[in-house]
């Protein structure tokens, strides 16, 4: 099973700035996969804030669309989630997850890429006045 594990929250004050990474296990490091940044806060059921295709093609949650950028480096097999002017409201565990769309960029006979969700296990964002 794949691992996916994200880095960089932490806690600021409102209208700060914080860049999330994920990245995929290396066991998977030839395969690339569809990537998309979900949150969810206490109460509230799991979101989207922003989605990057393998192709580079992008989706973002309407409400964050203005203060946020996602972007994958497929040489590292990594993407990252820059948030800016974080209001209280961003506040949640912030979740990176890949698949099910998947490319396998491997030498002949590296294997199959798992056509899978695979979810990380989160990342706390605390926003403060």
């Known amino acids: 099973q794949r691992r996916v594990v994200e880095s960089g929250g932490g806690s600021v004050q409102t209208g700060g700035s914080l860049r999330l990474s994920c990245t995929t296990s290396?066991?998977?490091?030839?395969?690339?996969?569809?990537m998309g940044w979900y949150r969810q806060a206490p109460g509230k059921e799991r979101e989207l804030v922003a989605h990057?295709?393998?192709?580079?093609?992008?989706t973002y949650a309407e409400s964050m669309k203005d203060r946020v950028t996602i972007s994958r480096d497929n040489t590292k097999n990594t993407v990252d989630l820059q948030m800016i002017n974080l209001e209280s409201e961003d506040t949640a565990t912030y979740y990176c997850?890949?698949?099910?769309?998947?490319?396998?960029?491997?030498?002949?006979?590296?294997?199959?890429?798992?056509?899978?969700?695979?979810w990380g296990q989160g990342t706390q964002v605390t926003v403060s006045s």
């Open positions: 997850k890949t698949g099910p769309g998947t490319a396998n960029r491997g030498p002949p006979g590296s294997g199959s890429c798992p056509a899978t969700d695979a």
């Open positions: 290396a066991a998977y490091s030839f395969c690339f996969y569809d």
């Open positions: 990057i295709k393998i192709d580079g093609t992008t």
